[in-house]
């Protein structure tokens, strides 16, 4: 054969190469003789002799009614919400998003044996991890809490090591279950001798966030990683996420909700989802139906977070300029009716200036979690000390 031709062939391969998004020597038909490997999840050590844990028996924190029967012990609502809510708010409370279970344990190895509710592990802005995994946090010898490990979900049922040859002595653990997914049955395995104390869920009073699929976890990488779970290890106090994904809309059911939990600050997220006029028509209403049966809760009106792409997309900008002006409007009309105890948080900065906060524009990334941790934190404390 020519060299020109050889060479023209050779080319042709790699600009094939390049328009299915690989790299030569990936594998493709070109190279049918060598198929690539299948994909397989990372190999797990040998399982040792393990004690069993089942959560159940002790509880989990943010898991608010829990005087009230659920339809499965991990959903987020109690059954009795089914008749009210919307249908796809009812099916989006079936996960487990900001709940957490703590333990103490001498334990050198800490394992998880779970069945989730759905066997769909992740999505295009969300990992398997984030989604459908645990996320383990200790607290080290300053009292901070700080990351230990995760598990790496490949199907529905998940019996995985967390995290192995942990250094000696004994340490309070927080396990935060799946975002996305719910969780049938969980419990906790540690090397037969160790010692494990379970810890019920803390008797103070949470802070509730309503909202959307932000609050809800999207589109952080793990389930620790959420503003919402941040926000708790920083302020050390239990919380609950009551985030519903493409539907945080200030719906009088959830308010019916919202209520019956005695709840320290309620954080009210929705713009998100909503446009000015759907804010204009509901938010007032929310806030009354609040205070009318918690006179004294603070509650914390958050402003729409602008998107990262919308310094170049000028209707998107007046969308989000609206929804602003519009919540504005509402905290001006319930403080001249003598509403008190409102907290009021802007949007423009909740994700930073430069544009890199988000996966999608929309989403924040760890990152744009972190920055908003960052803007709630002081109006959060603020709230709690009731300060002005």
Request: charged share 20%; aromatic share 8%; hydrophobic share 45%.
């Amino acid at each position: 054969m020519p060299v020109r031709a050889s060479r023209w062939i050779q080319c042709s391969a790699l600009v094939a190469l390049a328009l299915v998004g690989l790299a030569p020597g990936e594998g493709t038909l070109l190279q049918a003789q060598n198929p690539p490997a299948a994909a397989t999840a990372p190999a797990q050590p040998a399982e040792p002799p393990l004690q069993w844990h089942d959560v159940s028996q002790w509880g989990v924190e943010g898991r608010a009614w829990p005087t009230l029967g659920r339809t499965r012990w991990f959903d987020r609502f109690p059954a009795v919400a089914e008749a009210t809510v919307t249908p796809t708010v009812w099916s989006l409370s079936r996960h487990s998003a900001g709940m957490l279970v703590r333990f103490t344990t001498n334990a050198d190895a800490i394992w998880a044996n779970y069945t989730l509710f759905s066997e769909r592990l992740s999505q295009p802005n969300m990992t398997a991890i984030a989604m459908s995994g645990l996320d383990l946090y200790a607290r080290d010898n300053a009292g901070k809490w700080r990351w230990v490990g995760v598990t790496r979900p490949t199907a529905k049922v998940v019996r995985q090591s967390l995290i192995r040859r942990l250094a000696p002595g004994t340490r309070e653990y927080a396990i935060y279950l799946p975002l996305y997914n719910g969780i049938d049955s969980l419990s906790i395995g540690v090397p037969v001798g160790a010692t494990f104390e379970r810890l019920a869920p803390r008797a103070e009073q949470p802070i509730v966030f309503y909202g959307t699929s932000i609050t809800h976890g999207a589109s952080a990488s793990r389930p620790g990683m959420t503003h919402v779970a941040i926000l708790g290890r920083r302020l050390d106090r239990p919380v609950v996420n009551l985030g519903f994904s493409g539907n945080g809309r200030m719906d009088a059911a959830v308010g019916d909700l919202l209520v019956k939990i005695d709840a320290a600050v309620y954080v009210i997220d929705c713009l998100p989802n909503m446009d000015a006029a759907a804010v204009t028509l509901k938010c007032v209403p929310l806030v009354k139906q609040i205070r009318a049966a918690r006179p004294n809760t603070p509650i914390v009106l958050v402003e729409d977070r602008r998107q990262t792409n919308a310094w170049i997309l000028p209707a998107l900008t007046q969308f989000h300029t609206d929804n602003h002006a519009a919540l504005r409007a509402c905290l001006t009309a319930l403080e001249k009716e003598g509403i008190t105890g409102l907290y009021y948080l802007t949007g423009d900065e909740l994700l930073g200036d430069d544009a890199e906060a988000a996966t999608d524009g929309s989403h924040p990334s760890d990152l744009g979690m972190v920055r908003q941790a960052d803007r709630f934190e002081p109006v959060l404390r603020k709230a709690l000390a009731g300060a002005r």
